[in-house]
């Protein structure tokens, strides 16, 4: 098993500067590989004190030159918020040509209505420009050309330099918490990345459909997905339950409000089913609740 530190940059009710947040957060960055982790990834959030991180792909680069051994990947970089697939193909291949090959591609549709509004991006054609961004991008970091001609962008034949520094058939990932994304991500060859949001034995079919649909794409066993979760760890399990039922809940009222996900706004954007049935159901427990649950489907303990 390999083990990642997902940075998040999130300043929790704006108790600090943003300033200080990034300090921390960068500090904590600078741990990741002397204390053992395989891989070190950022999300990609705009607008807001939930996730102040609007470019993963930067920030990446900054580390590739201030580490030497470790994994640097994009959790993720959402492909319906960028207008122009050939500059994100520039930038990962950049990116490994800074880190020397050290690279993992992540990518991922992306929820928060407040978000997509900004970018004057229909959220009920998300699925549709990651599907053909995804298609775009992948062909472009194998072959070094990019070149569209779809509905949502046309690219004439370009191509990229610096050339690819190797191939990242092995190093794609994207996000997969619904039925349409497994099946997309399996067509793509990409690694199936979930978020700990529901218990683990919900997710049993979608990893099932996942390992059976990759094999009968690619001709061969799908690999392990990355399962991202959050970990609180103590020498004492009582203060570790402690800081976890607090933090871990905490921030989970976060993910709800940024995410709008007690909204009744899923229920008329094509792609986003599974999701307006979730927030029927969060609409009726509540979200002390949901904190709660959210907290027993992570990890903490003792080391």
Same mark, same amino acid.
């Given at each position: 098993?390999?083990?990642?530190?997902?940075?998040?940059?999130? /300043?929790?009710?704006?108790?600090?500067?943003?300033?200080?947040?990034?300090?921390? $957060?960068?500090?904590?960055?600078?741990?990741?590989?002397?204390?053992?982790?395989?891989?070190?990834?950022?999300?990609?959030?705009?607008? #807001?004190?939930?996730?102040?991180?609007? $470019?993963?792909?930067?920030?990446? !680069?900054?580390?590739?030159?201030?580490?030497?051994?470790? #994994?640097?990947?994009?959790? &993720?970089? +959402?492909?319906?918020?960028?207008?122009?697939?050939?500059?994100?193909?520039?930038?990962?291949?950049?990116?490994?040509?800074?880190?020397?090959?050290?690279?993992?591609?992540?990518?991922?549709?992306?929820?928060?209505?407040?978000?997509?509004?900004?970018?004057?991006?229909?959220?009920?054609?998300?699925?549709?420009?990651?599907?053909?961004?995804? @298609?775009?991008? +992948?062909?472009?970091?194998? !072959?070094?050309?990019? @070149?569209?001609?779809?509905?949502?962008?046309?690219?004439?034949?370009?191509?990229?330099?610096?050339?690819?520094?190797?191939?990242?058939?092995?190093?794609?990932?994207?996000?997969?918490? !619904?039925?349409?994304?497994?099946?997309?991500?399996?067509?793509?060859?990409?690694?199936?990345?979930?978020?700990?949001?529901?218990?683990?034995?919900?997710?049993?079919?979608?990893?099932?459909?996942?390992?059976?649909?990759?094999?009968?794409?690619? #001709?061969?066993?799908?690999?392990?997905?990355?399962?991202?979760?959050?970990?609180?760890?103590?020498? !004492?399990?009582?203060?570790? @339950?402690?800081?976890?039922?607090?933090?871990? &809940? /905490?921030?989970?009222?976060?993910?709800?409000?940024?995410?709008?996900?007690? #909204? $009744?706004?899923?229920?008329?954007?094509?792609?986003?089913?599974?999701?307006?049935?979730? &927030?029927?159901?969060?609409?009726?427990?509540?979200? @002390?609740?949901?904190?709660?649950?959210?907290?027993?489907?992570?990890?903490?303990?003792?080391?």
């Amino acid at each position: 098993m390999k083990v990642g530190l997902l940075m998040v940059f999130q /300043n929790f009710k704006d108790k600090i500067s943003d300033a200080e947040a990034y300090q921390r $957060d960068m500090h904590i960055a600078d741990l990741a590989e002397p204390l053992g982790f395989n891989t070190l990834g950022a999300v990609e959030h705009h607008f #807001n004190s939930y996730a102040m991180a609007p $470019d993963g792909m930067q920030f990446l !680069s900054y580390m590739a030159g201030r580490t030497k051994t470790i #994994n640097l990947m994009t959790g &993720a970089v +959402i492909l319906p918020w960028w207008d122009s697939p050939l500059r994100v193909t520039e930038k990962m291949i950049l990116l490994d040509h800074l880190s020397q090959g050290r690279a993992l591609f992540g990518i991922g549709h992306g929820l928060a209505r407040r978000e997509y509004d900004v970018f004057g991006v229909d959220m009920g054609e998300a699925r549709d420009r990651f599907d053909e961004s995804a @298609e775009i991008i +992948i062909k472009g970091l194998e !072959s070094g050309f990019v @070149e569209a001609d779809g509905k949502h962008y046309k690219q004439v034949k370009t191509e990229v330099r610096p050339k690819p520094f190797a191939s990242f058939k092995d190093r794609l990932y994207a996000v997969a918490m !619904s039925s349409h994304s497994v099946a997309k991500v399996a067509a793509l060859g990409a690694v199936m990345m979930s978020f700990a949001q529901k218990p683990w034995e919900e997710m049993t079919d979608h990893f099932g459909t996942y390992r059976d649909l990759f094999k009968e794409h690619h #001709n061969r066993q799908a690999p392990p997905p990355i399962c991202v979760d959050f970990m609180s760890c103590d020498e !004492s399990g009582d203060r570790a @339950e402690e800081l976890a039922r607090e933090h871990m &809940a /905490n921030y989970y009222v976060t993910v709800l409000d940024h995410y709008e996900m007690a #909204n $009744d706004h899923f229920d008329s954007i094509k792609g986003y089913d599974d999701y307006a049935s979730g &927030a029927e159901q969060l609409r009726e427990t509540g979200n @002390e609740a949901a904190g709660e649950a959210f907290v027993d489907i992570n990890t903490w303990g003792t080391p």
